[in-house]
């Protein structure tokens, strides 16, 4: 740890341009004399300390990061105690859950915001609140955008939720409440009462949602302190780390190491492959690709089937398994699957993290302390658990999350001898999750058990944003009977908590010219996961007379946009598969280097 920069750090700091620099003496005072006016000193500004920022993503608005506002104050301690000064500032919010139309849309917005943050003010390094969902990507992505010194911290998932006696977890219970309340054995207010059970403290779902995959992969990348993304929000661990974290970001000012040094091909890899053994969240691959792109780092959609998908499922927690939160943190959280990927060869061990130490050094004493929760390798729950790149004649690519393919849709689907990767049935489609929940219990829809459901204009164009949208569950009439999953095809996301078998990240989308605008109700589409295929079974001329007919009438048609923000990201967002970035932002790298 660097005590005292002042006289250790021969390297100008960038903060020094604007206290400390003779000449612009007039430009100096006027930067320096508003900075003083809550108590900060001329001599504390002038001293050549680091100035840190904390970048604050928790506020009333986002009550899964909202717990930061308290962490703050430890972070604080560890800046000052190692020698720096604290600049803390907001971050535009992102609730998951409350941000309408989606939460998708906010991703962009709230990078493009803190690039001009970290760029435009006195900061020499900063550390990341992360926390809720689109909330670490979007620090990251900023983080490497202008490549100064930054470390995550993450708030933590919720403690456990129980209902009678069982483990309820964020959005997983959700999906399995919707089905009893519309096969009729609950009532709404019991409905509430099982939802919000999953509630029980501060902190992010305590599932393997987006929240957790993605500060386990922060961790698994290198941008954190090793052990600290399962800490369960209300730990006193949780206090301690964030002190550390604090102490951590000043060593890191000191030692120049930025973004660029942690943020390798080899720490995308090591975390596409921590990704699979996890159980990670559907939207990984589009909030990692946006950050390779970010970076600088190439990374396509096909590595994450090349590394990642014949990894085993190594944790148990839901929604492909049973534990939460605290119990994946209790189990050893991610040092102790990294040290078991490590048995296998399967890490790049010399990866730089961000306490200066390789990933190898950080994580090869770890040990699984429970392992029902965190299975050793050779016990694995379930084999080549990663995602599936799938291709064909209705899109480029689109992914599908093979740990969460339950029991009853393997016996279902995937059991033909002659076939035992492939399926195929008519479709119904859906233009928009309005017309889904509109129509899917009306019983002229037609909804059988050999029905694959589709989703189109869910797409980051179509919705915007991308909605959270291609986990639709099957007609009540159907879950009376007892089916409780069909297949499902669409251009949007799904919630990480789910753990719907859907096929979704089409990429391009309906809206920016993906063949699924011209899917019909009745097409059949035939999908064959051993070849990686999904194709409608239209014939080629039929294929192109749509095409055709669609475009002399301008396209997929998609609703207007209903903010400027909307209208402005549409006009510049990309596809899924390539992370969904803001095209023209990419070309901005490293953009703090003098
Ligand atoms: Fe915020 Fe799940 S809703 S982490
Ligand atoms: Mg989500």
């Known amino acids: 740890m660097a005590d005292d920069l002042s006289s250790s750090t021969p390297r100008k700091l960038r903060s020094r341009a604007w206290f400390d620099d003779p000449s612009h003496a007039d430009m100096t005072a006027l930067y320096l004399e508003r900075y003083m006016n809550f108590g900060l000193s001329l001599e504390e500004l002038q001293s050549g300390k680091p100035i840190i920022g904390i970048a604050q993503t928790g506020s009333d608005l986002s009550p899964c990061n909202r717990h930061h506002l308290v962490l703050a104050e430890r972070i604080r301690e560890g800046i000052r105690e190692a020698g720096g000064i604290v600049l803390e500032f907001p971050v535009h919010p992102i609730q998951e859950t409350g941000k309408r139309p989606t939460a998708g849309l906010d991703r962009n917005l709230s990078y493009m915001g803190l690039v001009e943050l970290l760029f435009g003010y006195p900061l020499d390094g900063v550390v990341l609140t992360t926390g809720c969902d689109k909330t670490t990507p979007a620090c990251l992505m900023a983080a490497a955008t202008v490549n100064i010194p930054a470390i995550a911290l993450s708030v933590g998932p919720m403690l456990n939720g129980y209902f009678k006696g069982q483990r309820t977890g964020s959005g997983t219970i959700v999906w399995h409440a919707r089905e009893l309340l519309a096969e009729g054995e609950i009532d709404y207010k019991e409905f509430i009462k099982m939802v919000s059970s999953s509630a029980p403290s501060t902190g992010y ?40 974290t604090g102490k951590q970001i000043v060593e890191m000012v000191a030692a120049d190491r930025k973004p660029s040094d942690i943020l390798t091909r080899e720490a995308f890899i090591n975390a596409i492959r921590v990704n699979s053994a996890i159980g990670g969240s559907t939207n990984a691959p589009i909030h990692l690709n946006a950050l390779a792109r970010h970076m600088g780092v190439e990374l396509t959609i096909d590595d994450w089937q090349t590394y990642g998908r014949e990894i085993p499922l190594l944790v148990n927690l839901q929604p492909a398994g049973e534990y939460l939160g605290e119990d994946y943190y209790r189990a050893g959280g991610v040092p102790a699957i990294v040290a078991e ?52 004649n209705l899109f480029n690519s689109a992914i599908m999350k093979l740990s969460v393919i339950s029991k009853e849709f393997r016996e279902r689907y995937l059991s033909n001898p002659d076939d035992p990767e492939a399926f195929e049935g008519p479709v119904i489609v859906f233009d928009g999750p309005e017309e889904y929940h509109a129509k899917i219990d009306d019983p002229d829809l037609g909804v059988t058990e050999k029905t694959l459901l589709i989703m189109r204009g869910a797409g980051p164009n179509g919705y915007p944003g991308a909605a959270e949208v291609v986990n639709m569950r099957p007609s009540a009439e159907l879950l009376k009977k007892g089916i409780h999953a069909l297949p499902c095809i669409g251009d949007g996301r799904q919630s990480g ?37 999904v194709n409608m079974l239209v014939s080629d001329e039929e294929i192109a007379r749509r095409r055709k007919e669609l475009d002399e009438k301008g396209g997929y048609p998609f609703p207007a946009s209903q903010t400027p923000w909307q209208e402005l990201q549409r006009s510049v967002m990309g596809e899924l598969e390539s992370g969904a970035v803001m095209e023209p932002a990419v070309k901005y790298q490293r953009i703090a280097q003098t």
Request: proline content about 5%; charged content about 20%; hydrophobic content about 35%.
């Open 205 to 244: 779902c305590n599932t393997m949602g987006t929240a957790t995959t993605m500060n386990s992969l922060t961790e698994a990348l290198g941008m954190s302190l090793p052990g600290q993304a399962a800490i369960p929000a209300p730990y006193r661990d949780r206090q301690e780390a964030a002190y550390l």
């Open 341 to 392: 990927l490590m048995k296998q060869g399967l890490i790049h061990e010399d990866a730089l993290t961000a306490n200066g130490q390789t990933m190898g050094d950080n994580c090869r004493e770890a040990e699984i302390e429970n392992d029902k929760v965190i299975r050793p390798f050779e016990q694995a729950l379930t084999p080549s658990a990663g995602f599936s790149v799938l291709r064909g």
């Open 497 to 533: 908590t789910s753990g719907s078998p859907s096929i979704l990240n089409a990429s391009p989308e309906a809206a920016s010219g993906g063949n699924l605008a011209i899917l019909q109700t009745g097409d059949v589409v035939r999908v064959d996961l051993r070849k990686g295929t």
